[in-house]
């Protein structure tokens, strides 16, 4: 009787359906971020939800075979796949508030679970930088001060991706940030996990979580959200024949374009991909990129130069800086100013002698006239005689 009987609860234990793992997920408040569950295209599916230290379970969304109905509090803010998507129960939480940290289940309606879901909210801390500077992303953690510098384990993620790793003494990277993302050892070992990220792109920004020691517990800030930006116009003004220095900020690929004002054409100046650079016909023979200090020079300006000197990233197109450039004239030289002097006291001279002459033919017309008088009074007088 007793085999009977254990035979019966086995064959209920296989017969009934696994609970499904536990997916952990994380997002920061005001982002939008997918529940997921899939299962029978046939059935009503309930997702419901239980905040961290509330016992009850509050509904999310009904999602029936023909129609959708999210639940109070979330109308607005929830997405469903399954009418254009059949048996793909997912749901879409926009934007996810801080309140929405804890558990999710979707399930049919005989209460059997489909998906499992925990998720945590993050409030980030905000941290913006220009282009081409270092930045240091903050955070700290209760670590062992005792431990030697071979004991950290640290690792920072961003979007879920490794970025960075030390773990006893060895360094992994992601591509692109080898040699650019660096944590103190010295400091780690008091608590401070701050990542420096040089020379920093725009492809650089982001959210980034920081975990130290095993298993990996999550250092304060939940999160860092980092914001790459260009640099601020500048605005220079450069002797005729002088050179203009034009700061590129980064070894990503750039062009440098020329406007000669507001509505004018903008004109190649360079184009820096990888691979030599390639010149416009304005900067040819006149032009030189110093890679090492992303910078290009423009050697003997003239007053045609002046304009707005526009730097662009290649591949987001965003502007990473600009420069307005006047052009001074040239100092006269001591010869050029002897002259100017001789021409200019040649012009008095020469209106001296006008004016001279000017005077001497009003002098003859003046005795012309007296002359003409005295004769018509002698004329008179012996009239009358």
Same mark, same amino acid.
């Given at each position: 009787?007793?085999?009977?009987?254990?035979?019966?609860?086995?064959?209920?234990?296989?017969?009934?359906?696994?609970?499904?793992?536990?997916?952990?997920?994380?997002?920061?408040?005001?982002?939008?971020?997918?529940?997921?569950?899939?299962?029978?295209?046939?059935?009503?599916?309930?997702?419901?939800?239980?905040?961290?230290?509330?016992?009850?379970?509050?509904?999310?969304?009904?999602?029936?075979?023909?129609?959708?109905?999210?639940?109070?509090?979330?109308?607005?803010?929830?997405?469903?796949?399954?009418?254009?998507?059949?048996?793909?129960?997912?749901?879409?939480?926009?934007?996810?508030?801080?309140?929405?940290?804890?558990?999710?289940?979707?399930?049919?309606?005989?209460?059997?679970?489909?998906?499992?879901?925990?998720?945590?909210?993050?409030?980030?801390?905000?941290?913006?930088?220009?282009?081409?500077?270092?930045?240091?992303?903050?955070?700290?953690?209760?670590?062992?001060?005792?431990?030697?510098?071979?004991?950290?384990?640290?690792?920072?993620?961003?979007?879920?991706?490794?970025?960075?790793?030390?773990?006893?003494?060895?360094?992994?990277?992601?591509?692109?940030?080898?040699?650019?993302?660096?944590?103190?050892?010295?400091?780690?070992?008091?608590?401070?996990?701050?990542?420096?990220?040089?020379?920093?792109?725009?492809?650089?920004?982001?959210?980034?979580?920081?975990?130290?020691?095993?298993?990996?517990?999550?250092?304060?800030?939940?999160?860092?959200?980092?914001?790459?930006?260009?640099?601020?116009?500048?605005?220079?003004?450069?002797?005729?024949?002088?050179?203009? /220095?034009? &700061?590129?900020?980064? !070894?990503?690929? $750039?062009?440098?374009?020329?406007?000669?004002? =507001? %509505?004018?054409?903008? #004109? @190649?100046?360079?184009?820096?991909?990888?691979?030599?650079?390639?010149?416009?016909?304005?900067?040819?023979?006149?032009?030189?990129?110093?890679?090492?200090?992303?910078?290009?020079?423009?050697?003997?300006?003239?007053?045609?130069?002046?304009?707005?000197?526009?730097?662009?990233?290649?591949?987001?197109?965003?502007?990473?800086?600009?420069?307005?450039?006047?052009? /001074?004239? &040239?100092?006269?030289? !001591?010869?050029? $100013?002897?002259?100017?002097?001789?021409?200019? =006291? %040649?012009?008095?001279? #020469? @209106?001296?002698?006008?004016?001279?002459?000017?005077?001497?033919?009003?002098?003859?017309?003046?005795?012309?006239?007296?002359?003409?008088?005295?004769?018509?009074?002698?004329?008179?007088?012996?009239?009358?005689?």
């Amino acid at each position: 009787m007793r085999i009977t009987s254990f035979g019966v609860l086995l064959g209920l234990l296989l017969a009934s359906p696994a609970s499904p793992s536990r997916v952990d997920l994380s997002g920061n408040v005001g982002d939008s971020l997918t529940l997921p569950c899939s299962g029978d295209p046939s059935r009503d599916v309930e997702w419901r939800f239980q905040q961290y230290e509330y016992p009850e379970w509050l509904l999310v969304a009904e999602l029936h075979t023909g129609s959708f109905s999210p639940g109070s509090g979330f109308q607005g803010r929830v997405e469903s796949f399954h009418l254009t998507d059949p048996g793909n129960y997912s749901l879409t939480l926009s934007p996810l508030e801080y309140s929405d940290l804890g558990f999710y289940e979707c399930r049919y309606k005989d209460e059997t679970i489909i998906s499992d879901v925990k998720l945590n909210v993050f409030v980030p801390s905000l941290v913006s930088v220009e282009m081409g500077m270092s930045v240091s992303l903050p955070c700290f953690g209760i670590t062992n001060n005792r431990a030697r510098a071979g004991d950290l384990d640290i690792l920072w993620k961003r979007g879920g991706e490794n970025v960075f790793q030390l773990h006893k003494n060895t360094i992994t990277y992601r591509p692109g940030f080898e040699n650019r993302a660096s944590v103190s050892p010295e400091q780690a070992l008091y608590g401070n996990l701050t990542l420096t990220i040089r020379q920093t792109r725009f492809s650089d920004e982001g959210d980034y979580q920081c975990f130290y020691s095993s298993p990996k517990e999550r250092g304060k800030p939940d999160s860092v959200r980092l914001t790459v930006t260009g640099h601020p116009p500048q605005t220079l003004t450069v002797k005729a024949g002088g050179l203009l /220095s034009i &700061p590129l900020y980064t !070894a990503d690929p $750039v062009r440098v374009t020329f406007s000669a004002g =507001l %509505g004018s054409d903008e #004109v @190649l100046m360079l184009d820096a991909n990888k691979g030599p650079a390639r010149y416009g016909e304005r900067c040819a023979q006149r032009c030189e990129l110093l890679a090492q200090n992303y910078t290009l020079l423009l050697r003997s300006v003239t007053l045609e130069d002046a304009g707005v000197y526009k730097v662009t990233h290649r591949e987001t197109n965003r502007t990473i800086g600009s420069v307005s450039m006047r052009v /001074s004239a &040239p100092p006269l030289s !001591a010869g050029a $100013v002897a002259g100017i002097v001789l021409g200019v =006291l %040649g012009v008095l001279g #020469v @209106l001296g002698v006008v004016l001279v002459l000017q005077a001497g033919s009003a002098l003859a017309v003046r005795k012309y006239l007296q002359k003409l008088k005295r004769a018509s009074l002698q004329s008179v007088t012996n009239s009358q005689c």
